[in-house]
């Protein structure tokens, strides 16, 4: 039940494509959902987070939509560059009963955008 | 820079060494964690320190030995690694408080060291 489930596992897209990666969830106390991504050489760095009480959140050409009631959210980049190739991690977190806000994450997306 | 610095960036060890990794965070947090990174796996929790108390072990063998003298350092104390322990060892801190309302709550991770166990 601690699980996040994360896919597709690699996608390509050429430029100015629309990658789109999906999570799903079963623990309905996780209240905080954030995405992170990896440069290779790099630790992961936070992208953009939601939370349960909206559908959508946008920042700049990244959005993720959460749908509640099925367990699952997912991000969007629109307008995908070359530069957005990296590895793009969901998490989940229960962090209104934890001070520290422990992550679980999903497996991994490795994307690649061609030029 | 995410000020989060870890060294060594990369070790080589043996099975029978005893060797440290290092972790510091310039940010004022006082959370500080370890994760495991495996090829084709999730991230895995390691070890939490919340104001240099354990708070969390994720059933984390014996041979790995966290250490957090303050809240701005953490080490990992490794000794009689098995080579399925090679990966990438990720340091985190985070703020410790309730989430407030327009503040994004954020780990911020160091570059990682990436351990070879021979």
């Not at chain 1, 440069?39 to 959005?63: Q, W």
């Not at chain 2, 500080?32 to 990174?37: D, E, G, H, V």
């Not at chain 2, 240099?52 to 490794?78: G, Y």
């Not at chain 2, 801190?93 to 309302?101: F, H, R, T, W």
Request: net charge positive.
């Amino acid at each position: 039940q601690q699980q996040v489930k994360q896919s597709p596992q690699s996608l390509i897209v050429q430029k100015g494509g629309i990658p789109i990666i999906n999570c799903a969830y079963e623990n309905t106390a996780f209240d905080y959902f954030p995405w992170y991504q990896q440069f290779p050489g790099k630790g992961p760095a936070l992208l953009i987070a939601i939370r349960p009480d909206v559908s959508e959140k946008k920042e700049g050409r990244f959005t993720i939509s959460f749908n509640k009631s099925a367990k699952q959210f997912s991000l969007h980049i629109m307008d995908s560059q070359p530069g957005d190739s990296a590895t793009y991690f969901c998490a989940a977190s229960n962090i209104s009963s934890s001070n520290t806000g422990k992550l679980i994450f999903g497996q991994g997306t490795t994307l690649q955008v061609k030029p | 820079e995410t000020g989060v610095t870890q060294t060594p960036r990369h070790l080589v060890m043996g099975m029978t060494n005893k060797k440290s990794l290092k972790c510091e965070q310039h940010l004022g947090h006082n959370a500080m964690y370890w994760y495991k990174q495996s090829a084709k796996k999730p991230l895995e929790l390691m070890f939490v320190y919340n104001f240099k108390e354990q708070t969390e072990n994720n059933s984390v063998p014996s041979r790995f030995s966290p250490e957090c003298p303050n809240s701005s350092h953490l080490f990992l104390h490794l000794h009689t690694l098995q080579p399925e322990d090679s990966a990438l060892y990720l340091c985190a801190s985070s703020q410790d408080s309730p989430l407030l309302a327009g503040v994004t709550y954020e780990q911020y991770f160091g570059p990682g060291t990436r351990l070879t166990v021979t």
